[in-house]
């Protein structure tokens, strides 16, 4: 076992930092939508928890299907692009870019470093 290089664990955490904002921002945008009470709870929760699903299944470490890299790859760009979709859609595009900016640039670090081990 080899102790992971200060890089390796700081783009790690941000990754997960990363993930756990774009399921703020799918919450903060189906909360925000100018439907029905029940209607905009029901999409403030499940809009997170289907992009949690869909994560846990197929694209994290100890995903419950295993996908080539390319698979991951697509998965995460479906999660972090509906998730720069939403911050955009509530009115808040330069968040959103900024937010896709570090995503990519993170993914990129993360995918490099994981492909040496």
Do not use: C, N, Y
């Not at 991951?72 to 900024?98: E, Q, S, T």
């Amino acid at each position: 076992m080899t102790i992971p290089t200060p890089l390796a664990w700081t783009a790690e955490a941000l990754a997960f930092a990363l993930e756990v904002a774009a399921l703020v921002a799918l919450a903060w945008w189906g909360f925000t939508q100018p439907v029905s009470r029940l209607a905009s709870v029901a999409l403030g929760l499940g809009a997170p928890l289907l992009a949690a699903v869909v994560w846990g299944a197929f694209a994290a470490p100890g995903a419950s299907f295993s996908l080539p890299l390319v698979g991951v790859l697509a998965v995460k760009a479906l999660v972090f692009g509906a998730a720069v979709v939403a911050l955009a859609a509530i009115g808040h595009r330069g968040l959103a870019l900024w937010f896709g900016g570090v995503v990519v640039l993170d993914t990129w670090v993360v995918t490099v470093l994981r492909a040496a081990e």
